[in-house]
């Protein structure tokens, strides 16, 4: 059974926001910082994050005839197939996946600032992609957590689309979350979710520590969230 969470998210990070917007390192105008953080302001209030997350034993690992490697996850119908799946994957028992959407308050602003204000509508854009990865970070950070308890490694998030991932596993992953019905995502039949500030994606729980699992506490995208370091323990042991 999926959980749902609402994710509390009051700040995001404003360099991260430039980023999004195609900055590295050019001089900008000072005045932009107070738009972006404007619209930053903007896109906590009219968003509403929330997270479906679920855990799912790996069942069998096989090849398809074309040579596709393939993984699947017991109890659902996703199959993680590729190349990329059967590398990040290699060691992992279970498989955390997680859905997050900011809500339709947000894709209803951007839609009416696309009509209004459009500079705003970038703005706006950009900063409520940084509040979803923001988001993602958190629901994240329970993966982790359980991992932990399970006495499993986690690997980095992995989404649909990345490497050979394909996107066509979206309404697998969708389903097995729940979360048309408990969180309002819906797919277009190119497969884009609406809302557009949704993220979807699979973290390995792995029997051993992987390259990307964090060594240290110090820069790891979710120590805001964690819920392990307050106990005096940490995922890395
Ligand atoms: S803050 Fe530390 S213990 Fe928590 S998830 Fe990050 S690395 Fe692990």
């Known amino acids: 059974m999926p959980q749902i969470v609402d994710l509390s998210i009051d700040s995001v990070d404003r360099s991260e926001v430039l980023r999004y917007m195609g900055y590295a390192g050019q001089e900008y105008d000072p005045s932009l910082d107070q738009r972006i953080d404007q619209a930053i302001a903007r896109a906590i209030e009219v968003s509403r994050p929330r997270a479906s997350i679920d855990f799912f034993d ?43 959407t900011l809500g339709m308050g947000d894709e209803r602003e951007l839609h009416r600032l696309g009509l209004t204000d459009h500079v705003g509508q970038i703005l706006l854009d950009s900063a409520s992609t940084t509040l979803v990865e923001r988001a993602a970070d958190a629901a994240e950070s329970l993966i982790v957590a359980e991992a932990t308890r399970r006495g499993l490694y986690t690997n980095f998030r992995f989404s649909p689309g990345y490497g050979d991932l394909p996107l066509s596993i979206q309404p697998t992953i969708l389903s097995a979350l729940d979360a048309t019905r408990r969180l309002g995502i819906t797919l277009s039949p190119t497969l884009l979710m609406t809302p557009t500030k949704s993220v979807t994606a699979v973290v390995g729980m792995c029997t051993r520590p992987q ?10 995208p979710c120590f805001d969230f964690c819920t392990i370091r307050p106990t005096g323990r940490t995922c890395h042991g």
């Open 58 to 100: 790996v069942e069998t690992r096989e090849v398809r005839d074309d040579g596709t490697p393939v993984l699947r996850l017991r109890g659902t119908s996703i199959e993680l197939a590729g190349h990329s799946m059967e590398e990040h994957m290699a060691d992992a028992v279970a498989v955390g996946v997680l859905a997050v």
């Open 211 to 220: 390259a990307s699992t964090r060594r240290s506490c110090k820069g790891c």
